[in-house]
């Protein structure tokens, strides 16, 4: 085929084989539209020679890259909300997999060829590892609560302390909450203290819950004072409203083992007293996505029937990832190692330096001379509002040189982005979330970077 002053038509040229071919691959309307791009971009040359002009589409077609692609989180949050939480172990990813392809007993009792009920695929799971009797589930944990203050307070008081009175990212703040499930709000104590009398003053005729919320994203110090979950509990009994403890990150292992603040673990909440504990399936459990309630059967019953649930519950695909990542904490030997982000918790120092100076050298020959990479410490975090104030030992490449901007952004256009994080005057990478077997990809990945 020959240069032409004027463009060729769509049709004619999706009909020659390559147009065919770029049709079956990518479908009939993505072909068109790439070709229709190609035909433009080629008036600022004038020359519409068809090959050419296949040839463009084509490319275009194949460097189309979906928008929810895979990154390098090398920010040092290991639970980093805006890159989606936690990663799912393999258990979770086969079993999520399993329920995409094939049919499964969702609401189905396979033992009695009836109806069954969807929650119950995790609920003597949830029994064995938290010690409540009952389990409800969400699409988060913004849905768990929400649900919860429907079912028992719309209409009458919930008591929370001034302290806990959280706004966390997203726009989910407690008050708001309240206000849409039509409970009111009773504040009680001040921001820094708040007494068992302050608790027993608030409870009156009107009240449906006493609640605990986790201050997620921040710590009071200095002169504080808090009622615990275990001291409101007998106070709570005796007036015979439920207690309430939203968790928020609610871990199923004691977090001191990795060096961490010790907080309660969700068996640890249901003992000391909680009728219903919420949190969520995507911090530091290291699940999907997911609200979770779990605590007095009677209560999560009643949260079940509400017909709110219908509009928040948990699909398939999800849950089997839950029931996978549960049967980790039940099974293996060590879910350390099983599940990745406690695999990523508990990743020493050390280990990580060695990997930084693994990669320290192909780094700084892609970067070229304008930057000087070196291995260096650096502390982690444990993200989505788990432990907000303390930080991990970890090791990471800090690099140095003008336009750190500029190389962020580049980093950011790889065609895997590599987000790392610009603080005191160099960008870090910190290695905590790259695991061994990935290092090969991510320096084929880095080899695509642009120039300046
Ligand atoms: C994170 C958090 C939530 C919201 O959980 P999502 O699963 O993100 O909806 C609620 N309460 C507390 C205390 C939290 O930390």
Avoid at 316 to 341: H, M, Q, S
Avoid at 372 to 395: M, N
Wanted: aromatic fraction near 4%; proline fraction near 5%.
């Amino acid at each position: 085929m020959s240069t032409e002053a004027r463009p060729p038509s769509v049709s004619l040229l999706l009909e020659s084989d390559a147009g065919r071919a770029l049709a079956a691959t990518h479908g009939h309307k993505p072909a068109v539209a790439a070709i229709r791009a190609a035909i433009a971009e080629a008036r600022q040359s004038g020359s519409f020679a068809p090959d050419r002009l296949l040839q463009m589409a084509a490319q275009s077609l194949s460097a189309r890259r979906p928008n929810l692609r895979p990154v390098w989180n090398l920010t040092g949050t290991v639970l980093h909300t805006n890159l989606g939480r936690a990663l799912l172990s393999e258990r979770a990813v086969a079993a999520a997999t399993v329920a995409m392809q094939r049919p499964v007993a969702l609401e189905y009792d396979v033992a009695g060829g009836a109806r069954g009920e969807r929650d119950s695929v995790v609920r003597e799971a949830l029994r064995a590892l938290t010690g409540a009797e009952g389990a409800v589930l969400v699409n988060n944990n913004a849905a768990a609560v929400t649900l919860m203050l429907d079912t028992f307070a719309r209409g009458g008081e919930v008591i929370v302390s001034r302290g806990e009175l959280i706004e966390i990212g997203g726009a989910f703040r407690l008050p708001d909450i309240m206000a849409a499930t039509g409970a009111r709000l009773r504040e009680v104590g001040t921001t820094n203290r708040t007494h068992l009398r302050d608790y027993e003053a608030a409870i009156g005729e009107d009240t449906r819950l006493i609640m605990k919320v986790h201050p997620s994203n921040f710590r009071i110090e200095g002169f504080t004072s808090e009622v615990t979950a275990a001291v409101l509990a007998p106070l709570a009994r005796k007036h015979g409203i439920p207690l309430v403890n939203d968790l928020g990150s609610g871990t199923l292992v004691d977090l001191s083992r990795y060096a961490l603040p010790k907080e309660p673990t969700v068996a640890e909440a249901i003992a000391e007293g909680a009728d219903i504990v919420t949190f969520s399936g995507d911090k530091l459990l290291g699940g999907p996505q997911a609200g979770l309630a779990v605590g007095r059967a009677e209560l999560i019953g009643r949260m079940a029937r509400n017909p709110l649930k219908r509009a928040l519950r948990l699909d398939k695909i999800r849950l089997a990832a839950l029931e996978a990542t549960l049967e980790d904490y039940r099974t293996a030997a060590n879910p350390d190692g099983a599940v990745p982000t406690l695999f990523f918790l508990a990743r020493r120092a050390d280990e990580i330096a060695a990997r930084a100076a693994r990669l320290v050298a192909p780094v700084a020959e892609v970067l070229g001379e304008d930057f000087e990479v070196r291995v260096e410490e650096c502390r982690s975090q444990v993200g989505s509002g788990a432990s907000p104030t303390a930080t991990l030992p970890s090791a990471g490449l800090a690099i140095r040189g003008d336009s750190l901007e500029d190389l962020a952004s580049r980093l950011r256009s790889l065609p895997e982005p590599v987000i790392g994080r610009i603080a005191e005057g160099a960008l870090w990478l910190d290695l905590r979330c790259l695991a061994r077997e990935d290092e090969a990809r991510f320096l084929a990945n880095l080899a695509h970077l642009a120039p300046r």
